[in-house]
């Protein structure tokens, strides 16, 4: 298919208009006209373009992609290398950062609920990323929490929080998204679910008793990406492969 019609499928399924973002969505380098095949990932890496570019790709899909706010904008050191990387290889470089976070079926927050048969009644936070809903059974503990999220992410989490705490009511929202711990507390739900965690974070788990769990970034973020390829190769027909690029945080 085209790339301009590939774009302009992906901007209006994301609703990017909808989203005040730290970086452009959609198109960020423009390569080949022409998409057969889509190769897929987290981040554009300068490893994951070398492994895509290795695989046949003529366009990747990444939820993180370039040109972020207040970054440097001269094109030099690591920027230049991985923009050298496309440019020679006419390799197009499409990036979705909140919109794939936020939708309802393909985003980062509905595939980690899917994966960890979390069942989703309502959202919270800014342009509301956030979701809340139950666990996967009743009477669920933390302790079993934890080691569910372990089997399923294939990495070990960081709990803060009481192992025999049962769990009722859960919130979760992917990535860096520790910010909403404390909208999260307020509405009384008995843990958080989240990539990363900080000092003070701890501190606000023990002392309001909601459990805090820093599942990892790229972690938690590896399948919304993947979901999105799969949808438009269902669609379109062209062919697509996720590639994941180890990431320990």
């Known amino acids: 298919m085209q790339l301009n019609e590939l774009e302009a499928y992906l901007n209006?399924?994301?609703?990017?208009?909808?989203?005040?973002?730290?970086?452009?969505?959609?198109?960020?380098?423009?390569?080949?006209?022409?998409?057969?095949?889509?190769?897929?990932?987290?981040?554009?890496?300068?490893?994951?373009?070398?492994?895509?570019?290795?695989?046949?790709?003529?366009?990747?899909?990444?939820?993180?992609?370039?040109?972020w706010r207040n970054e440097e904008s001269r094109v030099v050191g690591i920027k230049r290398r991985r923009l050298a990387a496309l440019l020679e290889s006419d390799l197009s470089l499409l990036a979705y950062h909140l919109p794939l976070d936020a939708h309802a079926e393909l985003g980062n927050n509905a595939q980690l609920a899917r994966r960890l048969g979390l069942v989703e009644d309502g959202r919270f936070g800014e342009q509301d990323l956030a979701m809340q809903g139950i666990p996967p059974f009743q009477g669920m503990k933390l302790k079993e929490l934890r080691q569910h999220?372990?089997?399923t992410l294939l990495r070990k989490p960081l709990v803060i929080g009481d192992d025999a705490k049962v769990m009722r009511r859960i919130a979760w929202c992917t990535g860096a998204a520790q910010g909403y711990f404390d909208e999260a507390v307020q509405l009384g739900v008995d843990a958080f679910i989240t990539g990363e965690i900080s000092e003070q974070t701890v501190h606000i788990a023990r002392e309001s008793g909601v459990a805090f769990i820093s599942a990892g970034h790229h972690a938690t973020e590896r399948y919304g990406v993947q979901a999105l390829g799969e949808h438009i190769s269902d669609k379109f027909g062209i062919s697509h492969q996720f590639i994941d690029i180890d990431n320990p945080v």
Do not use: M
């Open 149 to 151: 999220i372990e089997a």
């Open 12 to 67: 209006k399924l994301l609703n990017i208009d909808q989203f005040r973002d730290y970086c452009p969505n959609g198109l960020q380098v423009e390569g080949r006209n022409e998409v057969w095949r889509v190769v897929s990932g987290v981040t554009a890496s300068f490893d994951f373009l070398q492994t895509a570019i290795l695989a046949g790709a003529d366009a990747v899909l990444v939820h993180h992609g370039y040109f």
